[in-house]
């Protein structure tokens, strides 16, 4: 510590002057501090460039080919992934402007958080998935082609879904359902698509969920129903003889390959779905009994999501495969093999194969691993090679999708003075402290003086617990409470122990937004989406909204307990923090299964979704979609809450209420519970307006609910709309 060492310890100087008088130099970092160093490290680059901010988040790792930094020190997406040219980049900045942009200014006037869906992007994945197999089969001489299928449950929205049939048609590329309402939406979605793509139908079924399945074969789509249990099969022959409708068959197999990640729970002899071996043998001798034994054409395994490694693929693919020859040496008029999803992203940007958050492998390897595996079964035992199906989801569906959110506040490093807490100076605050307390404050005050750190702590811990008893027992004031907290923490600052981290709360429910970040420990990229070009110099954790103390992100990629982060404050309007007013992050790779799996903790509904593409006109983007997230009112329509009689209700109260004190008019108070009832739960930041005017090349809005933003929230109008 400098400057304070030269007095003598055991003798603190008169007045105890620390910090009380201003005497302390400015309050140093701790040295030690791990989430400090990568900041403290790069401090002696100056000056600082948008490409070290890409190193710092490693961009380029989980990032590339679609997002980077621009010389703005923005985020820019790159929508055809390596072949996007310089003037087809699209700056997220851009779009975060123009859809919370109020009208006035040009914007589209939505709220944050919000979901940048770029369907650029999910073409460019559905089309290297393809090129990937294509390549591998035309390399390898394989036999037959590969079509795949999107399995719905990774996210379900209608323009993702219909976007993955219109962009698949030329790839014969179909869609999975899981359940009775996934398997409506698939065959109406497929009803534009190409005729031969797969409608696989997964999932446990009753005797709707098979007749609908049938109904789709009339319709002229290629269903086919995999059974996830034996018993499926009875129901499966009942109706398709009751409806006169043959079925064509899949089995789902349970494979003994076992994938230990957190996902592999759904493989291995134990997992919760499939049939074992004994059960396929059965279910093929029953259709061969019965004469079906030409219905059963796929064989279907799912080893679980994020499949770490080629080697586990083979090895899983492999045994699905050995499965598949000895069904085509049964008798069954086997076709296609389904080797379900699993294919994996690399979220932390390491392309390592030892954790859930990264795979060891390109799209490019996993399809060859599949076609060589396949092959090399189906030439040994001389069975044809059959059409190769997969089921990816997450691989295809994640990067599209980007939620961005602001910082609002964040929590202040500077200690309370504790003179201005006790409104007295020292010998007041040492003449109230008891006096076991004051031996603890002297000692602290000399251990601090000598620089005695790991002493300074202790007395700080027993000075701090011992005023806490003398609260609770109503000796100490709460004054003296606050003062010796704040003299803790000035010491703490001195002496370096200080915690450097800073807590940002962000307009955002992690429950709501990022689920799997919560339940399972998922971890996203997150990072701040411009400002990019300047030094972060804080570390920080996130915290949202909720009343939850589960609400917060304090672990980040690349193993990191804090995350980069810019200065707060001093922006547009007294908040934010950068040139542009507001802070704004953005959780990268978020596409699949949080939207679906979201809930509604706390009653924040999801976010404002957009849709941009890329754009040759002078904006590079255009907005084709915009909507508002949730309201108030739908979230508590969905909890059964009647919002139009909650309303009526609370009205007529403040009309008796008004009459009762002289019959004033309830107008502007009804305005404002209009309001209330009308935006989206989250909080409405204040100093938006006035944007830069920045705007799209074109746009389509579409859905959802309009926001005035000239407070011209009428009644009525607020009825009208509940009222459609
Ligand atoms: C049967 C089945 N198919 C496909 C998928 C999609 O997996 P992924 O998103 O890992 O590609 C899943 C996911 O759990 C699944 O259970």
Redesign the pocket.
């Known amino acids: 510590m400098p400057a304070l060492a030269c007095v003598d310890a055991a003798v603190p100087p008169p007045g105890y002057g620390l910090a009380w008088d201003g005497c302390l130099p400015a309050p140093g970092t701790f040295p030690g501090g791990a989430s400090t160093a990568v900041t403290a490290d790069l401090e002696h680059l100056s000056p600082w460039s948008p490409d070290l901010s890409a190193a710092l988040y490693k961009i380029d790792g989980w990032g590339a080919p679609y997002f980077t930094v621009n010389a703005a020190g923005n985020i820019a997406v790159r929508p055809y992934g390596p072949v996007t040219l310089p003037h087809q980049e699209i700056d997220l900045m851009k779009v975060v402007r123009k859809a919370s942009d109020p009208k006035s200014a040009g914007g589209l006037g939505l709220q944050l958080p919000l979901i940048v869906r770029l369907p650029d992007v999910l073409r460019h994945r559905l089309e290297s998935l393809h090129s990937a197999f294509d390549f591998a089969i035309r390399s390898s001489g394989y036999g037959a082609h590969y079509q795949g299928v999107y399995?719905v449950?990774?996210n379900q929205d209608r323009f993702i879904v219909e976007d993955v049939v219109e962009f698949g048609s030329p790839f014969r590329f179909g869609l999975?359902a899981?359940s009775k309402p996934e398997l409506l939406l698939a065959m109406s979605c497929l009803a534009r698509g190409s005729p031969e793509a797969f409608l696989i139908c997964?999932g446990y079924k009753d005797e709707e969920y098979v007749a609908l399945a049938l109904l789709a074969r009339t319709l002229d789509l290629n269903a086919v129903i995999v059974l996830e249990q034996e018993e499926e099969l009875d129901t499966v022959v009942e109706t398709s003889r009751r409806l006169g409708i043959r079925p064509v068959i899949g089995l789902r197999a349970k494979l003994r390959t076992r994938h230990s990640g957190h996902?592999g729970s759904?493989s291995g002899e134990k997992g919760k779905f499939g049939l074992t071996t004994a059960h396929i043998l059965s279910v093929a001798r029953k259709l061969q009994r019965l004469e079906m034994l030409d219905c059963l054409q796929i064989l279907h395994f799912?080893l679980g999501?994020?499949i770490p490694s080629t080697t586990l693929l083979a090895d899983g693919v492999s045994e699905a495969a050995h499965i598949y020859c000895e069904l085509a040496r049964l008798g069954a008029a086997m076709r296609v093999i389904d080797v379900?999803?699993?294919?994996g992203i690399d979220y932390d940007g390491s392309h390592s194969s030892g954790s859930d958050m990264s795979v060891g492998y390109s799209l490019d390897e996993y399809a060859d691993a599949v076609i060589q595996a396949v092959q090399y079964a189906c030439d040994r035992k001389g069975v044809r090679h059959p059409i190769l199906c997969s089921?990816?989801?997450?691989?295809l569906v994640s990067h599209h999708s980007v939620l961005v959110f602001e910082a609002v506040s964040s929590t202040t490093a500077a200690a309370v003075d504790p003179a201005a807490a006790l409104g007295a100076g020292p010998a007041y605050f040492l003449d109230e402290l008891p006096d076991d307390a004051r031996g603890d404050y002297r000692d602290l005050i000399a251990a601090a003086f000598q620089a005695e750190c790991d002493k300074s702590l202790i007395y700080m811990d027993q000075l701090k617990r011992k005023c806490v008893e003398q609260f609770k027992d109503g000796v100490l004031g709460i004054e003296h409470l606050a003062a010796v907290d704040g003299l803790c923490e000035l010491v703490a600052n001195e002496i370096g122990a200080a915690n450097p981290v800073k807590t940002y709360h962000v307009n955002l429910s992690f429950f709501t937004s990022m689920p799997d970040f919560w339940a399972i420990g998922q971890l996203f990229p997150i990072v701040p989406i411009h400002r990019l070009d300047q030094r972060p110099r804080v570390e920080g954790v996130l915290s949202d909204l909720t009343c939850d103390s589960d609400g917060k992100a304090d672990r980040f990629i690349g193993g990191r307990p804090s995350l980069p982060l810019h200065e707060f404050g001093g922006g547009r309007g007294g908040r934010g923090s950068g040139k542009e007013g507001g802070y704004y992050l953005g959780m990268f790779m978020g596409g699949?299964y949080q939207e679906a799996l979201g809930g509604l903790h706390n009653l924040f509904g999801g976010p404002s979704v957009v849709r941009v593409t890329q754009s040759d006109g002078p904006h590079c983007f255009a907005v084709t979609q915009a909507v508002q997230g949730p309201s108030c009112a739908d979230v508590l329509r969905s909890m059964q809450h009647e919002p139009e009689l909650m309303f009526e209700a609370l009205k007529m109260r403040a009309e008796e209420s008004g009459a009762r004190e002289g019959g004033g008019t309830p107008e502007p108070w009804a305005t404002a519970l209009a309001r209330a009832f009308h935006s989206m739960p989250y909080l409405v930041v204040g100093g938006d307006s006035g944007g830069d005017g920045m705007s799209s090349d074109s746009e389509v809005s579409a859905g959802g609910t309009e926001v005035g933003d000239d407070g011209s929230y009428e009644e009525w109008e607020f009825m009208r709309r509940l009222s459609m």
């Open positions: 399995p449950k990774c999975e899981g997964n996902f759904t799912h999501s994020q379900g999803g699993g294919l089921e990816s989801g997450r691989a699949a």
